[in-house]
T-cell receptor
Framework: AQSVTQPDIHITVSEGASLELRCNYS??????LFWYVQSPGQGLQLLLK??????LVQGIKGFEAEFKRSQSSFNLRKPSVHWSDAAEYFC??????????FGPGTRLSVLP | DGGITQSPKYLFRKEGQNVTLSCEQN?????MYWYRQDPGQGLRLIYY???????QKGDIAEGYSVSREKKESFPLTVTSAQKNPTAFYLC??????????????FGEGSRLTVL
């Protein structure tokens, strides 16, 4: 069965520091990969997605992610974190059944 | 503006009562989904519907029921058979079947608390 792991439950970074959130997936073919962000008590918003082509994808709010097939990874990065980036981040894969499988999420805290 | 509306935002229920969570979308999307979110567990799929008058069980359908009589609406009923219903419930929709953008659009969620 498809699965998505996010090894870090909680990450704390200082404002202005760089950020990398890890995501690994288990899937038999080239997956469709996504990163979503959730502010407290809100729904999820799409940050970026990868279907094919260039393995480095750009998203909203200055985020980017890189697909590495050899590592089954799709890590999210941002060069300089802002206080407003504090939220929970979910990696997800879309499988052939047209259902999304979500990782458990990584909560990001930002220190002033 | 186009989007997904969930109501109510907060709901309290006594044990043994059924409750229905509303989800309406005006995005003209074919597919709709219900997820349950618990701390540290991410999102788990309850039910989904790819087309009107058809729906499928997700990973944790026991104790829940849905209907899809209209394209715009996908209500979720949490029945008394659901043993641990206190959670945050998210409704989502997506456009045409694959290959498509695959993006999920989410409502703002409904928080159900059982007293």
């Amino acid at each position: 069965a498809q699965s998505v792991t996010q090894p870090d439950i909680h990450i704390t970074v200082s404002e202005g520091a760089s950020l990398e959130l890890r995501c690994n997936y288990s899937y038999g073919a080239t997956p469709y990969l996504f990163w979503y962000v959730q502010s407290p008590g809100q729904g999820l918003q799409l940050l970026l997605k990868y279907f094919s082509g260039d393995t480095l994808v750009q998203g909203i709010k200055g985020f980017e992610a890189e697909f590495k097939r050899s590592q089954s990874s799709f890590n999210l990065r941002k060069p300089s974190v802002h206080w407003s980036d504090a939220a929970e981040y979910f990696c997800a894969v879309l499988n052939y059944g047209q259902n999304f499988v979500f990782g458990p999420g990584t909560r990001l805290s930002v220190l002033p | 503006d186009g989007g997904i509306t969930q109501s109510p935002k907060y709901l309290f229920r006594k044990e043994g009562q059924n409750v229905t969570l509303s989800c309406e979308q005006n995005l003209n999307h074919d597919a709709m989904y219900w997820y349950r979110q618990d701390p540290g567990q991410g999102l788990r799929l309850i039910y989904y519907s790819q087309i009107v008058n058809d729906f499928q069980k997700g990973d944790i359908a026991e104790g829940y029921s849905v209907s899809r009589e209209k394209k715009e609406s996908f209500p979720l009923t949490v029945t008394s058979a659901q043993k641990n219903p206190t959670a945050f419930y998210l409704c989502a929709s997506s456009g045409p079947p694959l290959p498509n953008t695959g993006e999920l659009f989410f409502g703002e969620g409904s928080r159900l608390t059982v007293l």
